[in-house]
């Protein structure tokens, strides 16, 4: 995984223009701050701080706001429309999303790695994550369209529904429902990284 400082994280994003994206498609959709927040779950302040490049959205909050502003995922991650069938992300280019200490409190706080970043109207978003030590208590389920692959790379990482606990270690992997409300978490000290596959069901 490619190590960036904080400072790099905010020229990336900011290259990516997410904050102008996303302003953009909610004009687009007719849509005030309030609108946004109602549909998103997320609050009007944070959204603002979104639109002005002030903090850095994870890829849970880029989910909620995909599917409220009708785009794929990888819209956010696109620096132009590439039309080729195939599309090649150098190590240099990728995009590493990591939580701001001033970011919402009961948002999820992995820290992703986009890795793919030229092609748009695809139907997978691979990711790099990296997985916080956290309490049980802690934990924060996300739910969303489509499914998701991940192989733990190394470390070791929890899984948990509302009924259900898995540890998986390195080399091990788990194909969800993303619908599935769950979670994930580091278990013991080393670093925990696995590969993700998010996948769209349905196009938008």
């Known amino acids: 995984m490619v190590q960036t400082n904080d400072e790099d ?18 004009q687009k959709n007719h849509l005030t701050l309030q609108d946004l927040a109602v549909k998103t779950g997320l609050s009007k302040p944070f959204l603002s701080q979104i ?43 990728r995009v590493r999303l990591d ?3 001033h970011q919402e409190k009961g948002l999820v706080h992995y820290i992703y790695t986009a890795l793919e970043t030229k092609k748009s109207n ?24 489509g499914e998701e692959f991940l192989y733990v790379m190394e470390g070791q990482v929890e ?18 429902e993303s619908e599935l409300s769950h979670s994930f978490r580091r278990v013991g000290n080393e670093t925990a990284r696995a590969l993700a596959v998010v996948c769209k069901r349905h196009a938008y």
């Open 9 to 26: 994280i905010s020229i990336a994003v900011k290259a990516f223009n997410i904050g102008n994206k996303v302003r953009e498609l909610r």
């Open 51 to 93: 639109e002005n490049n002030k903090v850095v959205p994870p890829v849970a909050t880029l989910f909620r706001l995909a599917r409220a502003l009708k785009v794929a995922l990888g819209h956010f991650f696109q620096e132009s429309v590439e039309d080729d069938r195939i599309a090649i992300t150098r190590k240099k280019e």
């Open 99 to 101: 939580r701001r200490p």
């Open 122 to 145: 695809k139907s997978m978003e691979p990711f790099l994550v990296e997985f916080p030590t956290q309490e049980k208590e802690e934990m924060v389920f996300l739910s969303h369209e």
């Open 159 to 176: 899984f948990r529904t509302l009924d259900r606990v898995e540890t998986l270690d390195p080399g091990d992997s788990i194909y969800i």
